[in-house]
C-alpha cells in the first residue's frame, strides 16, 4: 500500500502561496528572500525525498505551474521528477504537462486517491497542491506532512491547512535544520478510532 506524503515550503504562519513570487501575490518570492544560502541544503533534502518516492500526485494548477518552471532543465534532481510517475487529479486536463510520464485521474478525487494508494507501494509525494491538499487531509488519505518552514510571517495568503471537520493529531517523527535559518518537520498523522 502507498504512503501518501504532503511535502510543502511554508511561512511561519503558514502561507505556501506563491514561493517564487511570479503569481502577483503582494507577499510572494519569499522561497528566495528568505531562504538565501540555506537553499542549498534545502535541494539535497528535496532531491533525497525525491529519490525515496514511487510516484507524485499533483492537482491540474500544479502539474502547470512545475511544467512552466522545471521542463527543460537539465541535472540529476530535474531528471529524478520529470521521470516519475505522475498522477493528476483533474476533470479538465486532458494531459500531464510536467515531464508528460504520467495519468490523469479524471473521476472523484477522494475515490481515485484510495484507490492508487491500495494499487502503489512506497511514497506518494503531493507537492504544492493545497487544494488537493487539503481535501486528501479531510479525508484521513494522508499519512506524513514535510513541511520546510521559512523565517518569515507573511501576515496573509494562502494557507495548506484549512478548516476541517474534526481534529487532525500529528505526531512529530523528526526536526531538521536546514542552513542557519530553515527548519525541516516531519509529522505522522495518527488515527484515531471512531467513538
Known sequence: ????????????????QDPDGKEDFQHGGWFGEFGGTDLSEWSEISFAESVRSEAM???????????????GRTGA????????????????????RWGGNGTVLRGDAVTEVTK????????????ASYQLGRTLLENDLVDEIRLTVFPVVLGSGERLFGGTRDKKPMRLLDVTT??????????????????
Open 178 to 195: 536546514v542552513g542557519h535559518g530553515l527548519t525541516h518537520l516531519t509529522y505522522e498523522l495518527v488515527r484515531v478510532a471512531p467513538r
Open 77 to 96: 534532481w530535474a531528471d529524478r521528477l520529470s521521470a516519475m510517475p505522475k498522477y493528476i487529479v483533474s476533470s479538465t486536463a486532458e494531459d500531464v
Open 57 to 71: 500526485l499533483l492537482g491540474r494548477r500544479t502539474d502547470e505551474w512545475f511544467a512552466a518552471r522545471w521542463n
Open 116 to 127: 492508487l494508494k491500495q494499487d502503489l507501494d512506497g511514497e506518494i509525494i503531493v507537492y
Open 1 to 16: 500500500m502507498g504512503k501518501i506524503v504532503i511535502s510543502t515550503n511554508v511561512s511561519l504562519d503558514g502561507v505556501v
